[in-house]
């Protein structure tokens, strides 16, 4: 493979889209020596396919707000490979979404998706839409008229949508119920749908659970376990959340939270009540840091900063991508920080990546860590098909049980001479192999 001229290519093609071409390179540079050692991946030209989108559909939103001004956004699907199943892949409302971040999470999607087990393909899609600060109302229009355009691209054995940033239960129903309406049929074709109508138990909370799964069996390998460690966590949206009570339950200690504007750190632990109080906040569409601090005195919230100064053992960004850097993982590393594990996507720029890397600290991607949370929508779309739904314990099982083969084939491919396992190849690989191969078996397309 040569990276280089790939890469050059690639950016000549797509300029100025720099997430996705970081996420590009960090891949090709991790899978190079086995695309070496298997010359018929070179032959049928597996990764000038892979790095392209199969489609991008890109199309015009336009919706009426509450005072009856027109408002126009811009909407995205991008479907980036079928290999393994149905294109699938959440929907993020964000006012920085643009092509590049879809892109990224595409191309992130299918390796990510691979590394399930499950059946599935890779997607991405969203809007510029911003959901903060809208009315229902307002929401529910914009997700309508969203819904006009993409219903006719996917389907439930074609594309399956789910959530992501600015993308909630509430959302997933306004998008459902167009659907729905405009197909003539009630299918699961999204996933992340409310328990009376098709959702899964445990979906909302998959992905903060799958992290923390995945961070028990990292410390497994040290003999080491949650107890008694202190956490950081950023951000305090729907995966912080799930991330923060799941640890809480397996015995760690969560002191940090934040948002755009800062963080909080509350040295008795951010549990129980405090976290059913955050979510009382963010249900109601109120900032969430700020005000926690004035509800818990002891706490104190640190304007403008990052949680990464904050002695921890464990650190776990949950925010959004590129959201923690060089500067943050030498503070990390110099406070004893010993296991990273990203559960945002990409949330650390590659010199960040590097610098845990080379300090041979446990470090999981997220392509491998956040896998939970599509592994529970796929388990989602098998009680869809087979129109019956599991219980609790049933789904956190196999939730379980999937995040421990994510971890066994990290291991397998990225465990080096000297014992040490590289997270990051290790999950590249493992997703790699199955993609390619499964595109070799199914022709030149
Ligand atoms: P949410 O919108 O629910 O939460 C995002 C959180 O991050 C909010 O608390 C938000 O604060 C905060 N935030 C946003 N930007 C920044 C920033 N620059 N600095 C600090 N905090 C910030 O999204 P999710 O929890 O669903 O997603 C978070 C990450 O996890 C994303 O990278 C997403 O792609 C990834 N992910 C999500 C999955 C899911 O199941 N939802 C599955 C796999 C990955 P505020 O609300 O104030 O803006």
Redesign the pocket.
């Known amino acids: 493979m040569n990276l280089e001229k790939i890469m050059t290519d690639l950016e000549k093609k797509h300029p100025g889209e720099a997430e996705y071409l970081q996420a590009v390179r960090e891949v090709l540079e991790s899978i190079q020596d086995v695309y070496n050692e298997n010359p018929q991946f070179e032959s049928a030209h597996i990764i000038e396919r892979l790095v392209e989108p199969d489609r991008i559909l890109t199309f015009k939103v336009c919706w009426t707000d509450d005072n009856g001004n027109v408002q126009v956004n811009q909407g995205y699907r991008v479907q980036f490979n079928n290999a393994i199943g149905p294109y699938k892949g959440?929907l993020?409302f964000h006012p920085s979404v643009n092509l590049s971040i879809l892109k990224f999470?595409g191309f992130e999607q299918i390796f990510k998706n691979s590394l399930t087990t499950l059946p599935m393909g890779g997607a991405k899609g969203g809007s510029d839409f911003d959901p903060?600060g809208k009315s229902n109302a307002e929401v529910m229009r914009f997700c309508q008229a969203f819904m006009l355009e993409l219903w006719k691209v996917i389907g439930p054995e074609t594309d399956v949508p789910?959530?992501?940033?600015?993308v909630?239960g509430r959302e997933i129903g306004f998008l459902y119920g167009m659907y729905k309406k405009l197909a003539r049929e009630n299918t699961g074709v999204l996933t992340?749908k409310g328990l009376n109508w098709g959702g899964s138990l445990i979906r909302p909370e998959?992905?903060g659970f799958g992290a923390v799964y995945f961070a028990e069996e990292m410390l497994k390998t040290k003999n080491q376990s949650l107890k008694g460690k202190t956490v950081a966590i950023?951000?305090?949206?729907?995966?912080?959340w799930g991330a923060a009570t799941k640890a809480t339950e397996l015995g760690a200690k969560v002191v940090t939270i934040?948002?755009?504007d800062g963080y909080i750190y509350d040295p008795d632990g951010i549990s129980g009540e405090k976290i059913d109080y955050m979510l009382e906040l963010r249900a109601s569409n109120q900032?969430?840091?700020k005000p926690y601090s004035y509800e818990y005195p002891n706490a104190k919230f640190h304007q403008g900063k990052?949680p990464w100064e904050v002695k921890c053992d464990i650190a776990m960004p949950?925010?959004?991508?590129n959201?923690l850097d060089k500067k943050d993982a030498e503070l990390l590393i110099k406070n004893g920080v010993f296991c990273v594990t990203e559960?945002?996507?990409m949330?650390c720029t590659p010199e960040a990546m590097e610098v845990f890397l080379d300090s041979k600290i446990l470090y999981g991607p997220?392509k491998a860590v956040?896998a939970g949370?599509?592994a529970t929508s796929g388990l989602e779309m098998s009680q869809n098909a087979m129109k019956l739904s599991w219980p609790k314990e049933e789904v956190d099982q196999r939730l379980h049980h999937i995040m421990k083969s994510i971890h066994e084939s990290c291991e397998k491919y990225g465990k080096g001479k000297d014992g040490y396992v590289n997270y990051v190849k290790g999950a590249n690989v493992a997703g790699f192999l199955k993609v390619a191969n499964a595109m070799l078996d199914q022709g030149i397309l």
């Open positions: 959440g993020r999470l903060k789910a959530g992501d940033i600015g909630g992340g998959a992905t950023s951000g305090f949206g729907n995966v912080a934040s948002g755009p900032d969430i840091v990052r949950c925010a959004t991508q959201e559960v945002a996507n949330p997220s956040n949370g599509v």
